[in-house]
């Protein structure tokens, strides 16, 4: 579904069992997402009296959001494409290869998802705090509005070429890891200063069971932002431009 067709889709597809199917695998997926990367800093500061904010801990960071997202993505990749990320929903959106009713259902999973998975972590760990996301002493939040809008260009754009575009053919089988090596790579490259979050429901979660909502804002707005130009760029320039036939429904 190329970017002429956008479409907001109709109101019976939010009732349809293989979009309920999608929206549920997107839930588990967020959750498990979250759960291991939220978890393994939550694990990192107890194991190091509340050492996460290290050069360690961003690497043990970047690895376990890298393993579990490339594991998040496969398992729901042949039921609802696998996005884990409403960020991703929305450059699958402008690229035209979702509609907007079953976007918004994904979204509604994805929040969900990343709310029970930290309200399991804060039961689990005995009340242990889910952190929120937060800039780093020095940054503003303008430099972390294009630090997000960058890492999930980055992200999404890695989506598009290894899981979205038709002429993908062998590569797809390795967007999964792909997808995971850009977020941890990019944890590496952003963590120490504005956490790295790439993706609103990851944000979402720790920030309304700790209620904390300080520059909140920056986690929504600039992976939304990133990660429509990535879906419009890659969509009209490399999968509309010399392929007129109709093209396939994406699995994003």
């Keep these: 579904m190329p970017i002429r067709n956008i479409a907001v889709g109709h109101y019976h597809e939010a009732t349809r069992p293989d979009a309920l199917r999608a929206a549920l695998a997107e839930f588990i997926s967020t959750l498990i997402f979250v759960f291991a990367g939220e978890g393994s800093g939550m694990a990192f500061a107890k194991l190091t009296d509340g050492a ?52 918004i259902l994904y979204w509604i999973a994805q929040l969900l998802g990343s709310t029970v998975a930290c309200l399991l972590l804060k039961f689990t760990t005995g009340g242990l705090e889910t952190s929120a996301f937060a800039l780093s002493s020095g940054v503003s939040v303008w430099n972390a509005f294009v630090l997000e809008i960058v890492m999930t260009f980055g992200l999404v754009y890695t989506v598009y070429a290894t899981a979205v575009d038709p002429k993908k053919g062998n590569l797809g089988i390795i967007a999964p890891i792909a997808i995971g090596f850009i977020v941890g790579a990019n944890i590496l490259a952003g963590g120490a200063f504005d956490g790295a979050s790439m993706n609103p429901a990851v944000s979402f979660g720790p920030a309304l069971v700790s209620w904390t909502w300080t520059n909140h804002w920056v986690y929504w707005a600039g992976p939304l932002i990133g990660g429509g130009l990535a879906g419009l760029i890659y969509e009209f320039f490399f999968i509309g431009f010399g392929n007129h036939e109709q093209l396939p429904t994406a699995d994003y």
Excluded at 56 to 62: H, N, V, W, Y
Excluded at 76 to 100: E, K
């Design 52 to 103: 996460a904010n290290t050069p360690a801990g961003l690497i043990a960071a970047a690895i376990a959001h890298a393993f579990a997202l490339f594991v998040a993505v496969s398992v729901g990749a042949n039921i609802s494409g696998g996005h884990v990320n409403p960020a991703v929903t929305f450059g699958a959106f402008i690229g035209g290869n979702i509609t907007l009713l079953r976007g």
